[in-house]
């Protein structure tokens, strides 16, 4: 099972054929140059290639009504005014001979990825189409969108294979209030959009686009609206600039709880990628390796069935390297580590606090990480400028007023800033810098030759490997290996000694390049011996910062100080400590909840704020983790080490699990966690005494702003 990349040149043939500044920078350049960049890096030649089909006028009669369709059918005969004066009757989109064609076939590509992922042909997949589709809606086009691509294939999974629960994430900048309206009903589809918003100011100037619209009816909590509101304090004349921790962070704290629980079957990304720096109508900061990050975390869900769909994204240097950085992650290729402090902004922080109060009472999974702010006045969050909205009673969910589809922006939509304005310069000037970056840090990180390595006390002829995985033959020299193992009586014996000599050689072998991800089997009264071991060496040969995550009775090694080179996390131990910034203990927590509380909203934060260049994940004899937990706990942390994880088991582990491990860690999806069940009380309390303790140092541990 591959990637699948759906194109055809004819969603090339659209280009506004008037003056029209506001559209101009729809153009076709945008598929080209994403195409030629996938070229040059190697990507497209390494995914399945599927000619885009047009959709039939049933498929599209899924979500558009039969006169919208026949209305843009007979745009193919319309002149040049006739389409300009029809293109008027809309928000911020112009028609061409060619749209209705265009249209059908950007449609028609969503539908064949998600056919191909789901009948198995691929694991995954990206749609590079045009128009985009997320702002169009039952019978009206908007915002560059024809037909809303994402809802007809989310509605075609539905009717075609049978799904009960589809995931839709829309990170395109602007609100997809489209998919929003056909689907706010329905508690089938969990519709996720974070999109700048400015109290409304920010098109398409919906009152709907704010937090506390969480859907209708049947649908309540299934529509989750994460709006970016003020601008960030280190950059003050752009009105918001969201970076790569407030992505991150909107992911770990409001999507992932969400979408475990939902337990989505598939899910459809709206892949706008106006969103990223340097985009003119985003004005954020994200570089393009943050979009690699977002699409590994999706991955972990569905089994891995991933479909993602082009919509924004109109800088086309940074548009091409994010839709790179997202195929490489799809592909399965570590993400590159990220860019800038870890530390979200004030704004987001009360963007995040506003999404989470509304969406609590419909998620136990928030509900169980503690909500200090459930007893504030939502009316807070609702701040306009022009309008106050006060709720008399906290978190009165689908009470406030909702504007019609049709309300105008209260000050018209916000035109790009000219390249003449110093600061619109400042912006194109900081996203060369940071591409350049970005293509420095490929020269620098290439991909390794061998993406996962397993070293094995003995043959197992139990372990099914996943092809491409090399089963590693090499071990340090014995005279070398002694004086490492010279402290520890554990070690002294021949098989713990031989086991240690692999287990350095391979750890010698990702610390140079040569390997991305490794695993390897220890003796049990040798393992915390070997961890030990693994630690300084992997500090003493070229790793800055070593993330270790112990499971089980595996104790902190004496000789580890606290410099900020090394961060020691021990799950399953007997009561919460942090007896310093760098030394974390938590219980094992013992629901699925619990335990995806843990991974979500402890282990990665600290994980993502430490930014690790190595990632040791110890599983000690009687560590408690069922196979799924383990394998989803490696897969997590993936991301951020740069794909840089070495997982140690013991020899008495089962094949299965040694499997699973080493799936993940060659790109695979974790198997499921089974039923989610809320946390015990006394894993929420243990979680929320460590993010209070930890918080003033790991500020991706952040879920509101300070009061």
């Keep these: 099972m591959g990637t699948a990349l759906v194109y055809h040149e004819d969603m090339t043939a659209t280009r506004l054929l008037w003056d029209d500044p506001e559209c101009e920078i729809e153009c076709p350049e945008r598929l080209t140059t994403a195409l030629e960049r996938l070229q ?10 599927l000619i885009a089909r047009e959709a039939s006028e049933a498929e599209l009669g899924l979500v558009h009504s039969p006169e919208y369709v026949a209305l843009l059918q007979g ?6 005014r006739e389409l300009q004066a029809l293109s008027k009757e809309y928000d911020a989109v112009y028609l061409h001979p060619s749209t209705f064609h265009c249209a059908r076939l950007a449609v028609g590509a969503a539908l064949q990825l998600v056919d191909a992922v789901l009948t198995g042909a691929v694991r995954n997949g990206l749609a590079l189409v045009r128009p985009p589709g997320h702002h169009s809606q039952r019978a009206t086009a908007n ?15 539905q009717q075609k294979h049978g799904l009960r629960r589809i995931l839709i994430v829309d990170w395109d900048v602007h609100h997809g209030q489209g998919i929003q309206y056909i689907f706010e009903d329905d508690p089938s589809v969990l519709y996720f959009s974070w999109h700048r918003y400015e109290h409304g100011h920010f098109w398409p100037c919906l009152r709907e686009s704010d937090a506390d619209a969480v859907g209708r009816g049947r649908g309540l909590g299934f529509t989750v609206n994460l709006p970016w509101n003020q601008g960030c ?8 600039g969201m970076g790569n921790a407030d992505y991150v962070a909107a992911f770990l704290h409001v999507l992932l709880p969400l979408a475990f629980e939902f337990d989505p079957e598939l899910v459809l990304v709206s892949a706008g990628f106006d969103s990223a720096i340097g985009d003119p109508e985003g004005q954020m900061l994200a570089t393009p390796e943050c979009f690699a990050h977002l699409t590994h975390l999706l991955q972990v869900l569905a089994g891995g069935r991933v479909c993602a769909v082009l919509e924004g994204g109109y800088h086309l240097e940074s548009l091409s390297q994010s839709v790179c950085m997202m195929v490489r992650a799809l592909l399965g290729d570590p993400a590159l580590p990220l860019s800038g402090p870890m530390e979200p902004h004030g704004s987001a922080l009360e963007s995040l606090q506003c999404v989470r109060a509304a969406q609590a009472p419909h998620w136990v999974s928030l509900q169980q990480q503690g909500q200090p702010d459930l007893g504030w006045q939502v009316g807070w969050c609702l701040r306009l400028p022009s309008v106050t909205v006060t709720l008399n009673h906290p978190v009165a969910l689908g009470a406030a007023p909702v504007l019609s589809p049709g309300t105008p922006c209260p000050e018209g939509r916000p035109s790009p800033l000219p390249l003449g304005e110093p600061q619109f310069k400042a912006v194109v000037t900081q996203a060369a810098a940071a591409l ?20 094995l006390i003995a043959p197992d002829t139990g372990l099914a490997l996943p092809p491409g995985v090399l089963c590693e033959e090499g071990s340090l020299p014995q005279e070398e290996t002694q004086a490492w193992a010279r402290p520890h009586e554990a070690l002294a014996q021949d098989g713990a000694l031989t086991a240690l000599g692999k287990v350095l050689y391979l750890l010698d072998r990702i610390l140079d390049g040569q390997v991305s991800s490794g695993m390897a089997a220890t003796p049990v009264p040798a393992a915390a011996a070997t961890l030990d071991v693994a630690v300084r060496y992997g500090l003493s040969h070229g790793a800055q910062r070593l993330l270790c995550v112990a499971v089980g009775q595996l104790d902190r090694p004496p000789g580890l100080t606290d410099d900020g080179r090394n961060l020691w996390l021990n799950i399953g131990v007997e009561e919460a400590a942090a007896p310093s910034m760098f030394h974390v203990s938590v219980p094992l927590p013992v629901t699925t909840g619990g335990f995806l509380s843990c991974a979500l909203a402890l282990v990665l934060p600290l994980a993502y704020s430490f930014q690790p260049d190595l990632v040791l994940v110890a599983l000690g004899p009687a560590h408690g983790l069922r196979d799924p937990q383990a394998a989803l706990l490696a897969a997590l942390l993936r991301g951020p080490a740069g794909g840089r994880v070495f997982a140690l088991v013991d020899e008495e582990s089962t094949p299965q699990l040694a499997t699973v491990l080493a799936r993940v860690l060659n790109g695979e999806a974790p198997p499921s966690l089974g039923p989610f069940s809320m946390a015990a009380p006394e894993d929420t309390q243990a979680l929320m005494y460590l993010r209070g303790r930890l918080e003033p140092r790991w500020k991706m541990l952040q879920v509101a702003a300070p009061h």
């Design 233 to 240: 304090s280190d950059v003050p004349w752009l009105q918001v």
């Design 75 to 80: 745009t193919q005969a319309l002149g040049t």
């Design 40 to 49: 040059q890096h190697g990507l497209k030649q390494r995914c399945l290639q």
């Design 143 to 157: 915002g560059f969108c024809v037909f809303n691509n994402v809802a007809i294939a989310a509605k075609h999974a």
């Design 436 to 455: 350049s970056s970005l293509l420095d840090q490929l020269r620098l990180h290439p991909t390794p030759p061998v993406r996962v390595a397993v070293a």
